[in-house]
């Protein structure tokens, strides 16, 4: 590719990626009442939202190959036992992190 | 003081309030952002790309999966439209962070459209679960989370696009950070709802597509799968809600 048509794939992928954050906001105006139907939607969407976003950072663990998303379910563990235990963000989310990268530097 | 700097200090009396509160709220990302930024910034400089391409990519795509499959689509045949639809169904699942933040972006101003613009996975699952203290001004906490995650992802693409390659530190796996972030956030989230319907809604179904359709494909299959379950339960959910007020 040459430089311009760089330019313009990355043009096209900054267009799709504005198209998918600015359409709900031109859809439902903020001046208009927004139909109750969507309304619902926004109450209820974040929560499984998050589910959502929980599961994608798994998406590339195969269980059948490498490790078998062992290191990946030991880190999650870590993370959602201290989490329930001490309720510090900060704890949960660093000894998870270390964790998991011991076991992927050093076991697996 | 005319009506003018009467503005401006009301204003200035918001601002840095809020973002005292949304910096501790973003560190987390800050370390996630950086270390995937460089790792972005790297891998750019090892297709062949000078660091200006992440950087100026990291500042204006700023969707982070996006821009690791677009440094692939780079060093393939030229196909606009392609990488156009590509993009869409990468990123669908931005339409509902739209939806779920149509209510909490209201009313906060000329900030929105760069709100609107910097709406990323990390930005939406901080504001959307955040508890703001009451003295704090929600639309310029809102603001800053978003502006610092925006830096922290071009400072880490800059830093790996211009430094990558003098790298000695074994990084390897601090990507996860950001799955601790976010299943940190569930939770938190978990503990302050009163039913939990709609989040194992989310997470049940996204599994079940996930094992159906695999990594690339799961997200449309579970957007549209969340929004018929929700649909299908919203008079029982709507209910709940009457009793819980």
Redesign the interface.
């Known amino acids: 590719?040459s430089t311009a048509?760089?330019i313009?794939?990355?043009a096209?992928?900054?267009?799709?990626?504005?198209?998918?954050?600015?359409?709900?906001?031109i859809a439902?105006p903020?001046d208009k009442p927004?139909p109750k139907?969507?309304?619902?939607?926004?109450?209820?969407?974040?929560?499984?939202?998050?589910?959502?976003?929980?599961?994608?950072?798994?998406?590339?663990?195969r269980l059948t190959s490498g490790s078998h998303g062992i290191?990946?379910l030991i880190?999650?563990v870590i993370?959602?036992v201290l989490?329930?235990w001490k309720?510090n963000?900060?704890i949960?989310?660093a000894a998870?992190?270390i964790a998991?990268?011991?076991?992927?530097?050093m076991v697996f | 003081m005319n009506k003018v700097t009467m503005e401006n200090s009301v204003n200035q009396a918001k601002v840095l309030p809020a973002f005292r509160v949304a910096l501790p709220a973003t560190i987390p990302i800050f370390a996630g952002f950086t270390f995937l930024g460089i790792a972005y910034g790297i891998l750019m400089n090892s297709l062949g790309f000078s660091a200006i391409y992440p950087i100026l990519m990291s500042l204006l795509i700023f969707a982070g999966s996006m821009e690791f499959v677009a440094a692939n689509l780079l060093l393939m045949a030229f196909n606009p439209l392609n990488a156009l639809l590509l993009t869409l169904m990468v990123n669908a699942r931005h339409l509902f962070y739209g939806i779920s933040m149509l209510e909490k972006y209201r009313g906060v101003g000329k900030k929105k459209p760069y709100m609107i613009f910097g709406l990323c996975d990390e930005s939406f699952a901080i504001n959307s679960t955040a508890t703001i203290p009451p003295q704090i001004d929600k639309g310029w906490y809102m603001f800053f989370v978003t502006v610092l995650n925006h830096f922290y992802w071009v400072f880490g693409a800059a830093l790996g696009g211009i430094f990558g390659s003098y790298l000695t530190f074994n990084t390897e796996g601090l990507e996860f950070v950001m799955t601790a972030l976010f299943i940190v956030i569930f939770i938190e989230q978990w503990m302050k709802e009163k039913g939990h319907h709609s989040s194992l809604i989310g997470l049940g179904l996204s599994v079940l597509c996930l094992i159906l359709f695999g990594g690339t494909n799961f997200i449309i299959p579970a957007m549209i799968a969340i929004l018929g379950v929700l649909t299908l339960m919203r008079s029982t959910l709507q209910k709940d809600e009457v009793k819980a007020v």
């Open positions: 590719m048509q760089h313009i794939t990355i096209m992928i900054v267009l799709g990626t504005m198209l998918t954050r600015f359409i709900p906001f439902f903020s927004t139907y969507i309304q619902y939607l926004g109450k209820v969407l974040p929560a499984a939202v998050i589910g959502l976003l929980v599961v994608y950072c798994f998406k590339d663990v290191p990946e880190g999650a993370v959602v989490h329930f309720k963000m900060f949960s989310i998870g992190t998991y990268m011991f076991l992927v530097q």
